[in-house]
């Protein structure tokens, strides 16, 4: 099983960004698929889920109306748009898969089956 994470880099206040998490090694179908965060001195947090099998989507108070997460099973890559970013949006993001929890975990921090290794954002004023 390999998540593995693109697209993250520097912008400024308001700009976007779009994350790539390419998965391989499982049926990217019938699974909960999505990202969390970690910035500096804080704990990880989920940000945004969706689950393949019919796109329904979860994603975090703080970037509702400015992040969207779609996903391609033809390509097995879930994306995550990013518009209007904040400094406080700065942080490593990493995608992550759970196979039968679905997205009603995402917020707890728990039962994560898979993880990628990160991609770094910086937002700066």
């Known amino acids: 099983v390999q998540l593995v994470e693109s697209g993250g880099g520097s912008v400024q206040v308001g700009g976007s960004l779009r994350l790539s998490c390419a998965a391989s090694?499982?049926?990217?179908?019938?699974?909960?698929i999505g990202w969390f965060r970690q910035a500096p001195g804080k704990e990880r947090e989920g940000v945004s889920c969706i689950r393949t099998i019919d796109g329904r989507t979860v994603s975090a108070d703080s970037v509702k109306g400015r992040f969207t997460i779609t996903s391609d099973n033809a390509t097995n890559i879930a994306y995550l748009q990013m518009n209007d970013l904040k400094p406080e949006d700065t942080a490593v993001y990493y995608c992550a898969t759970t196979f039968s929890r679905g997205c009603g975990i995402w917020f707890g921090n728990y039962g994560i089956d898979y993880w990628g290794k990160g991609t770094p954002v910086t937002v700066s004023s």
């Open positions: 090694g499982f049926t990217f179908e019938e699974i909960a």
